[in-house]
């Protein structure tokens, strides 16, 4: 069947009891793209990945993959898609050969397919040297790579990954992401939750942002960005600024609001030409020596924390100041939705 | 009709992969030993030694009780341990239906249970002089047997929860006192009135029945009952089971 979409929601809807899970969202993901779904914990994002890949039923409302219906046309729509939930479900007791050999055979794949294309991926996921080995004794990181290898066995059209980067070391992460990337050039859509807003920044072609089981917004990106130009800032170092240095450039006209972040200020502004100017003008009257001036544009993390409501910072009111700290903890505290 | 002899083949291929992984993966389980193996063995010798009746008389009864053991096992074992890795999604979200995803684990607990229950079959014909006197009721006790059996574990093992105990304990409820009303202990022709009426409902009864008809016994019931009944309870438990999934997945 041939369809525009790859991937479309239709007022999907999960209940459980008085909660809402995910309430009446709809969505179209297109062919060849990194669509991504960011949204805090809790948002809903694992229960729609687990709706679209079958393995709950919805409440209400409909999903189809490549045109067909998750829930009326299982098979066909199943066929399509390669899955990789949040935990690294490998078996442990089974070598990583036998990982995909079993995957492939869920799959009915004739023996000689599946056998060379085990071989593809192990070679392809550096994985083959130690192919006889039980996964119980691979690391994290080895563990992810043998379930994407396992979620692409089938040569499937969709490929869902549920926070594919969660809890990996650096070298991991980045094997990950040029790897998603890679199969992205070669057609394959990719549907991918993420509570990582650089990773949905950096790699999705658009971005649906849920929160509270409903979507704020989908857009690429920079449109998402554009979206709250009241996010402006410019960021000023001095040499030696005065104590008062925060409140006087609080009072600069145009500046909303001023934060200082370690040895910066930043100014948050509508209109950062004429705060550039003005502060300009305050260095020289103050007898300051700049170190950096920069203008510095919204991040996606700013349309997140505008949709959602959600501040990373919790000190002072003040969601510049601990951004670091507060991702970290975002990260720490993630749990399945 | 190609297509559907293709879908159905298909269907059967996969079932039984997913058998042969839980085979491997789970047969040398601890829990699966603990319940499958050692606790029918227990059992049986802690009620015969000490009894008047000669062991040869009792081979049906550890027959039926291996197979109740070790085929209601399996079930309650993988399933809440895969539930806990999250590996019972891959069948979840792998292009087969339920029933065959279910029929490949009733299958896992179909073989293991014939397999333990041939140990007290052979013990019986080596060293007591048991003889298979109807090959026919014992082949049909133990595939309708372990069937039953394996799927009354898939259907417990709807039970949402990440360990075998989770699903273990509330099997024991049931099936510890199936042995009370089963003819295990006493004969079905010597328990009371309610009590025989009580245990034309117990499966087990007539898994001991057929036993003890293949190895030349008398069955209170009769064989053709024996089987009318089991065959009832594996569509019944299977069914259940089925239902019982699907309302998980609804609960997901």
């Known amino acids: 069947m041939q369809t525009e979409h790859t991937i479309e929601a239709l007022d999907l809807t999960k209940k459980y009891g008085d909660l809402v899970a995910v309430d009446h969202i709809n969505f179209t993901v297109k062919k060849g793209e990194i669509f991504g779904f960011l949204g805090p914990n809790g948002a809903g994002k694992t229960t729609t990945i687990r709706m679209l890949t079958g393995i709950s039923i919805p409440t209400e409302g409909t999903a189809t993959i490549m045109g067909h219906d998750i829930q009326r046309q299982t098979i066909k729509a199943k066929e399509q898609m390669g899955i990789v939930p949040d935990v690294s479900n490998v078996y442990n007791e089974l070598s990583a050969w036998e990982n995909l050999i079993f995957t492939g055979r869920l799959y009915d794949m004739p023996k000689a397919f599946r056998e060379s294309r085990a071989e593809e991926l192990l070679k392809m996921f550096g994985l083959y040297e130690r192919r006889r080995e039980e996964v119980q004794g691979f690391s994290r990181g080895m563990k992810r790579r043998i379930c994407i290898a396992m979620a692409l066995m089938n040569k499937s059209s969709i490929l869902f990954l549920d926070e594919p980067t969660s809890g990996l070391d650096v070298q991991s992460v980045l094997i990950i992401r040029d790897l998603i990337q890679k199969l992205n050039q070669q057609g394959l859509t990719i549907f991918l939750t993420t509570h990582n807003i650089e990773e949905a920044s950096q790699m999705c072609d658009r971005v649906a942002i849920i929160n509270r089981g409903k979507i704020a917004a989908i857009n690429t990106p920079e449109k998402l960005k554009r979206t709250v130009k009241s996010l402006q800032s410019v960021e000023v170092a001095f040499e030696a600024a005065s104590a008062d240095a925060l409140k006087e450039l609080k009072e600069l006209p145009n500046v909303s609001e001023a934060v200082k972040t370690g040895d910066k200020f930043r100014l948050l502004t509508h209109d950062p030409a004429s705060v550039l100017a003005s502060t300009w003008n305050y260095t020289q009257s103050n007898n300051l020596k700049l170190i950096t001036i920069n203008t510095i544009g919204p991040s996606l993390e700013d349309v997140f924390v505008k949709l959602t409501g959600i501040r990373p910072a919790t000190e002072n009111d003040n969601r510049w100041a601990d951004r670091r700290g507060g991702r970290q903890r975002m990260d720490e505290g993630r749990k399945k939705e | ?252």
């Open chain 2, 1 to 252: 009709m190609k297509e559907a002899s293709s879908y159905l083949g298909r269907e059967a291929r996969v079932a039984w992969a997913i058998a042969l992984k839980d085979m491997q993966t789970y047969y040398t389980r601890p829990p699966s030993l603990m319940f499958g193996v050692l606790f029918p063995f227990s059992l049986f010798l802690s009620f015969s030694i000490g009894r008047n009746a000669p062991l040869a008389q009792q081979i049906p009864i550890l027959i039926a009780q291996t197979l109740f053991f070790a085929s209601s096992s399996i079930g309650p074992v993988v399933i809440p341990s895969e539930r806990a890795n999250q590996t019972f999604d891959r069948f979840l979200t792998s292009p087969v239906s339920l029933l065959s995803i279910l029929i490949g684990k009733t299958l896992a607990g179909v073989i293991f249970g014939i397999g333990i229950s041939i140990i007290p079959i052979i013990i019986g014909i080596a060293f007591f002089r048991s003889q298979i006197t109807n090959i026919g009721a014992l082949i049909a006790c133990m595939v309708l047997s372990s069937v039953g059996f394996s799927a009354m574990g898939i259907m417990f093992a709807s039970i949402p929860g990440q360990s075998p105990g989770q699903v273990m304990m509330p099997l024991n409820f049931v099936r510890i006192p199936l042995l009370f009303i089963s003819g295990v202990y006493t004969p079905v022709r010597e328990l009371p009135s309610w009590g025989q009426a009580g245990s034309i409902f117990s499966p087990l009864t007539h898994t001991i029945e057929l036993a003890r008809y293949a190895l030349g016994g008398e069955t209170f019931f009769g064989p053709f009952l024996n089987i009318a009944v089991l065959t009832m309870y594996t569509a019944v438990f299977l069914f259940m089971g089925i239902r019982f999934h699907v309302m998980n997945q609804r609960k997901e």
